[in-house]
């Protein structure tokens, strides 16, 4: 496929994603007002404030997941990359209580970023599948945060108050923690769109031979995309302890499967080249309704999963029926043209 065809189908696709994100929000709307009203406090300030909390740190890990996947490559060490800087941002707190607020949040993100430069290297030198190379380092570092932690656990009570404050206060029922994800989530979107370093991740999912021959250190790019998101989840660690206060060696474990089917929904394809942070944070958001409205509701909590399950699955064929349609039209207008 030569990079200009390429181009085309990457358009193509991403006009077509941008039609299932109005589909996906106008979903969102009609389910939040359905089971509003069934459940009227559904979508009062106290239930707004509880999807909110609940999505923050999902739709953060989206961001640097979409990154990964626009590469055509995956991460499924988030989620113990998550779970070594929120254990290590409570130890800080504790030994140092009036440690500002931003410098841990920078320590965090930076520990994450060093764990994400190993999974980049890997792949991009190592030549080691990403799946397979971030399931290792899912269980390796998840192994060290056992190591380091020994059994203990961090209690909110341990924690400032001022910090704790990120997911409890906020501007009305907006709470802090989520402001902060959709400022994060604004300013990535922005940044893959409109500057060439964004643009390359596209084209490196879209064709790896093409972006190569087209001038891309394809090297480079995939370190750097597996750093932003190592990156990305040790921030997303920080802002993990402030949401639940208490943390142990287990946190967080299992979010990566969440965060990639969040981003499936949210129209990232699977075969790269294709999605946005938006769409992703979109698809977090929706399952995160989901998941509340089934509590709201009172339906069995393995509704959730089926649910869940059943989406991504759709998400996918979609995904699938698109590309063969879209690369036939394609075919059928060059012929023509």
Not at 173 to 194: C, E, K, M, Q, T
Not at 294 to 316: C, D, H, K, N, Y
Request: net charge neutral.
């Amino acid at each position: 496929m030569s990079a200009a065809v390429a181009a085309e189908r990457t358009g193509l696709f991403q006009a077509l994603a941008r039609v299932r994100e109005v589909g996906l929000f106008a979903v969102l709307a009609a389910l939040a007002l359905a089971t509003a009203a069934i459940n009227p406090r559904f979508l009062g300030a106290q239930g707004v404030k509880d999807i909110l909390e609940d999505v923050a740190v999902t739709a953060l890990l989206c961001v640097g997941e979409t990154i990964v996947l626009l590469m055509r490559q995956v991460d499924l060490s988030i989620s113990s990359i998550l779970g070594l800087t929120a254990y290590a941002t409570g130890a800080l707190f504790i030994a140092h209580p009036a440690m500002p607020i931003p410098l841990v949040m920078a320590i965090g993100a930076v520990g994450g970023a060093a764990l994400g430069a190993l999974n980049g290297g890997l792949v991009a030198w190592g030549g080691v599948p990403s799946l397979v190379a971030t399931l290792g380092t899912l269980y390796v570092f998840r192994g060290a945060d056992f190591a380091w932690v020994k059994g203990a656990q961090i209690n909110a009570t341990s924690l400032p108050g001022h910090f704790l404050g990120l997911a409890t206060a906020g501007v009305g029922p907006v709470p802090f923690l989520a402001l902060i994800v959709v400022g994060l989530i604004a300013l990535s979107g922005y940044a893959l769109r409109h500057y060439p370093a964004g643009r390359e991740y596209f084209a490196l999912g879209s064709n790896e031979e093409a972006a190569r021959l087209a001038g891309i250190d394809v090297r480079r790019r995939l370190l750097l995309g597996f750093i932003c998101c190592g990156a990305i989840a040790g921030f997303a660690g920080v802002l993990f302890t402030a949401r639940f206060g208490t943390v142990d060696a287990t946190a967080g474990t299992g979010l990566e499967l969440h965060v990639i089917a969040a981003c499936v929904v949210g129209g990232v394809a699977i075969t790269g080249g294709v999605g946005s942070v938006e769409g992703a944070a979109i698809g977090a958001l929706l399952l995160a309704t989901i998941s509340n409205a089934l509590v709201s509701l009172r339906v069995p909590a393995f509704w959730e999963q089926t649910i869940e399950g059943a989406m991504l699955l759709a998400a996918i064929s979609l995904d699938l029926v698109i590309a063969r349609h879209t690369l036939a039209l394609m075919r059928s207008g060059r012929r023509h043209g």
